[in-house]
Each structure stands twice: as C-alpha cells, then as structure tokens.
T-cell receptor, first 111, second 113 residues
Framework: RKEVEQDPGPFNVPEGATVAFNCTYS??????FFWYRQDCRKEPKLLMS???SGNEDGRFTAQLNRASQYISLLIRDSKLSDSATYLC????????????FGKGTMLLVSP | NAGVTQTPKFQVLKTGQSMTLQCAQD?????MYWYRQDPGMGLRLIYY???????DKGEVPNGYNVSRLNKREFSLRLESAAPSQTSVYFC????????????FGPGTRLTVT
C-alpha cells in the first residue's frame, strides 16, 4: 500500500449537498493526521487535524478509522467556496522528519 | 504580518541556467521547507531545515542546493536547470514542535525550456 492514497476526483456536487472523501494510509503507527485545502493555483493551507476522537469544525467533520487505516473528511451544506483540492497528510513512514502529502481530491461545487 | 513570502512569483529559464528562489517568514518559526508540486505527483519535499544552521535532504534533492541564511530566510538554488525541474515550488515554515502545521508561501512557477 502506498503511504497515502486519495481518490483524485473530481467530486462534482451541487450547493447544499453533503460530500465525503476518504484517504488511506499505510503506517499503522501514525497517531495524527491532517487535512489541508488547496485552492486552484494557490498554496496549501491547513484545514483541520484528525486525532483518534475525530474533529468537527462547523460544516467540516474529520474522522479516523484505525482498523481500516483511513481518514475521512465530510463536508455538509457545501458552498461554492468549498471548491478546492483537499490534501490528506500523514506523518512519514521513514527518514524525513516532516509530512507526506496525498495527491489530493478535487471538489467542485456547482450552483 | 506577511507570513511566508517567496520571490520571484514566475520565472522562465533556459536549460543550464542557474537561479535562486528566495523564501522568508516573519512568524519566528524554527523549521522551513522547500517542496515542488507537479501535476499528478502531489507535493514532494526537496530539502528542509529543522532549525537555523541545519539542512537535510528530502525526497527529491537531486539538482538542488539550499541555504538557511538566518532564522527568517531559506533559499533554494538550481545550479544548472533542466526541463524536469519545471514545476511549482513552495516554501513552508512551522514551529519545530508542530511540524504538521505548516504555513506555505504563495509559490514560484518555474518553467525550464
């Protein structure tokens, strides 16, 4: 299994819809995970962290499933401004004392 | 408070030319990073500096050198540019004890012809 895998999408949803995407990871020892958001032709920005108890921030909910080694991001009541690429981030398997970024899942919210 | 700044925003080089990408942060962070982002490849770490005075290779260091000039500044140098180095380059910084919370600059779009 690759370190981090994401469905590239795009996920096309109408405004107001609920959408969820998953990210699988290979390092079973990982304790913390993160979702970053990247708007088109912009830099990534930290969206939220994911710990064992999950995390909720307004319309966004991130959850961790350790048994199946995946994290999920749920967006409720989608807005046009949610259109972006969502990057899953996990600690690395080896070597570098920094992050491994997934390739991202693109979300397109339409009127 | 500008966060992380990068210069230049765009650059076109011919094969074999050299250039330095500049990065500065005003958040008093200890750790700084250079990534490249290519379509279908995601973000890949080139070099990082955990603290002032140290630098380490990341996943794709070949063809690049870095200098941690001081706590604020971390530059990336391409000594002899190749078309394979056409990419978007992002600099990032973080606190040394929270490396997962990285703050990115706006990026440099580099084309090597």
């Amino acid at each position: 299994r690759k370190e981090v895998e994401q469905d590239p999408g795009p996920f096309n949803v109408p405004e107001g819809a609920t959408v969820a995407f998953n990210c699988t990871y290979s390092n079973s020892a990982s304790q913390s995970f993160f979702w970053y958001r990247q708007d088109c032709r912009k830099e990534p920005k930290l969206l939220m962290s994911v710990y064992s108890s999950g995390n909720e921030d307004g319309r966004f909910t991130a959850q961790l499933n350790r048994a199946s080694q995946y994290i999920s991001l749920l967006i409720r009541d989608s807005k046009l401004s949610d259109s972006a690429t969502y990057l899953c981030v996990v600690p690395p398997n080896s070597g570098y004392s920094t992050l491994t970024f997934g390739k991202g899942t693109m979300l397109l919210v339409s009127p | 408070n500008a966060g992380v700044t990068q210069t230049p925003k765009f650059q076109v080089l011919k094969t074999g030319q050299s250039m330095t990408l500049q990065c500065a942060q005003d958040m008093n962070h200890n750790s700084m990073y250079w990534y490249r982002q290519d379509p279908g490849m995601g973000l890949r770490l080139i070099y990082y500096s955990a603290s002032e005075g140290t630098t380490d290779k990341g996943e794709v260091p070949n063809g690049y050198n870095v200098s941690r000039l001081n706590k604020r500044e971390f530059s990336l140098r391409l000594e002899s540019a190749a078309p394979s180095q056409t990419s978007v380059y992002f600099c990032a910084s973080s606190e040394i004890d929270t490396p997962d919370e990285q703050y990115f600059g706006p990026g440099t779009r580099l084309t090597v012809t």
